[in-house]
């Protein structure tokens, strides 16, 4: 029973080793707009979903586009002996979470106010090879 919990243990070692986690808080931009970005880019090979970030026109796939190279920067930190040219790597997973939210007020007709809610996001990437 002990060698087959080893055997597990290494066999997710290695496949955590594999993938390349990176992480953007506090994004100003809000989550429904950069989950629309996301939409485009999850599961697409890596070159793929660079090209599609950067000629999107939209404002969030800049901020995406520079996420994106740091996840894949960071496989290749992980995985010294391996060289990028001849791993094909995908967009494992990606996923936007809402953020702090900045509430403002503005001011409106017949002495009123209304409230504005500037919002953020916190974006994951997973990068992993394509199996």
Not at 9 to 20: C, M, S
Not at 46 to 51: T, Y
Not at 61 to 69: A, D, F, N, T
Request: charged fraction near 35%.
């Amino acid at each position: 029973m002990g060698a087959r919990k080893h055997e597990m243990a290494e066999r997710l070692k290695a496949e955590k080793k594999q993938k390349a986690i990176a992480i953007l808080r506090n994004c100003p931009t809000s989550p429904r707009k950069m989950r629309l970005m996301a939409d485009n880019i999850r599961g697409v090979e890596v070159n793929r979903a660079l090209g599609i970030l950067r000629y999107s026109k939209q404002e969030a796939s800049i901020r995406m586009e520079k996420l994106l190279k740091s996840a894949i920067a960071n496989w290749v930190a992980k995985n010294e002996g391996e060289r990028l040219e001849d791993n094909v790597l995908c967009v494992k997973e990606i996923y936007v979470d809402s953020a702090r939210m900045l509430k403002r007020i503005q001011p409106a007709p017949q002495g009123r106010a209304h409230r504005i809610r500037k919002r953020s996001n916190h974006v994951t990437i997973i990068v992993d090879k394509l199996v």
